[in-house]
């Protein structure tokens, strides 16, 4: 019996000591030395232990300093390391348990801007990140090193959050980079038809809260609620991202889809200057596409106001519809008090 259970105590060992599937674990990188750098990073590590005793990294998303990770890179601190079956490079950098996250040969990632990252473990507890710029030539140049720490690896949140209860604005202050042609934000989601036609990053725009916002380009975005409740939407700051004609109008248009299958759409002619639109009758929306007439221009926008739509009276229309009970109430009763009986 006691062969038994030593067994199966050595099976849990190995089971808690390899993963049962893939995982995406979070982290967070702040230079203490170097430019001010922030990013923040979900890793997704293969479940079967390499020869160096690590995980291989299979993919990245995230962003540095607003700047969104669009894509993992071949190293090159690892020339001589053989492509994997998905034509990445077979890292050996996710430790799990003790030890750094990252081991010495790191790894090379791309953002939005086209500027390459390298981060890699450089000594107990510090982490060294090193930007590089492409030239035309594909030279490397503008060599940016800074030197940090990264926080403890743990899983992103699982449960999405539910839709606001109550009217919020839509800041994209909480949204990574897109996934699988979808990102999610605040209780909502927004989907593209084609793959990574939208992204996020620091608005450049002046967008009011001049931080985070979504842009896309080429491919109409379309937003709905995780749940897919309903909800209404009554306005929104827009403008053009980049590749644009100066002083030139770009019309955007939006489409609603309603709970009872009717369409509202409206015209949005948006410039250069970020400005608020509001929407008329975007109301009972079961979703709500952003269109995009094609070319090589980016939109862009930012606080979208939303709020959840009720079947219900608002408590001010209860109000109003109590007061008007009560008026017929007391002419009914007066009615009956004037009425005059004849013998």
Request: net charge negative; aromatic share 12%.
């Amino acid at each position: 019996m006691n062969k038994y259970i030593v067994s199966a105590l050595a099976f849990a060992c190995a089971a808690a000591a390899i993963p049962a599937q893939a995982a995406e674990y979070f982290t967070t990188y702040t230079s203490n030395s170097g430019p001010s750098t922030v990013a923040s990073m979900w890793f997704t590590a293969s479940d079967v232990v390499n020869s160096k005793g690590g995980y291989d990294i299979t993919g990245i998303r995230g962003d540095v300093n607003g700047d969104a990770i669009v894509s993992l890179e071949p190293n090159p601190k690892q020339p001589g390391l053989a492509l994997s079956a998905s034509r990445l490079w077979n890292f050996d950098n996710v430790l799990y348990g003790n030890g750094p996250l990252l081991d010495t040969d790191g790894a090379v990632f791309q953002t939005f801007s086209g500027r390459e990252y390298n981060i890699w473990n450089e000594a107990a507890g510090l982490y060294k990140m090193v930007s590089y710029q492409k030239t035309a030539t594909g030279a490397y140049n503008d060599r940016i090193p800074t030197l940090g720490t990264i926080s403890a690896a743990a899983p992103p949140p699982v449960a999405d959050p539910t839709p606001p209860t109550g009217p919020t604005t839509l800041d994209f202050e909480d949204a990574r980079t897109y996934a699988d042609s979808s990102i999610k934000t605040q209780g909502f989601k927004f989907v593209s038809a084609t793959c990574c036609e939208f992204a996020f990053g620091v608005s450049s725009t002046g967008a009011s809260n001049d931080t985070r916002r979504m842009i896309y380009n080429g491919a109409p975005v379309t937003m709905a609620t995780v749940d897919g409740s309903h909800f209404n939407a009554t306005s929104i700051d827009a403008g053009l991202g980049s590749y644009f004609t100066p002083g030139q109008a770009y019309s955007i248009m939006l489409s609603g889809t309603r709970a009872d299958g009717s369409q509202v759409t409206q015209a949005l002619d948006v410039t250069d200057t970020f400005s608020t639109y509001a929407l008329h009758n975007f109301d009972n929306l079961v979703s709500l596409q952003f269109g995009h007439p094609g070319g090589g221009f980016y939109f862009t926008f930012d606080n979208l106001a939303v709020s959840p739509f009720s079947a219900t009276p608002e408590p001010a229309a209860w109000a109003m519809m109590l007061v008007g009970f009560g008026a017929m109430g007391g002419a009914m009763r007066r009615r009956k008090r004037t009425a005059v009986i004849f013998a």
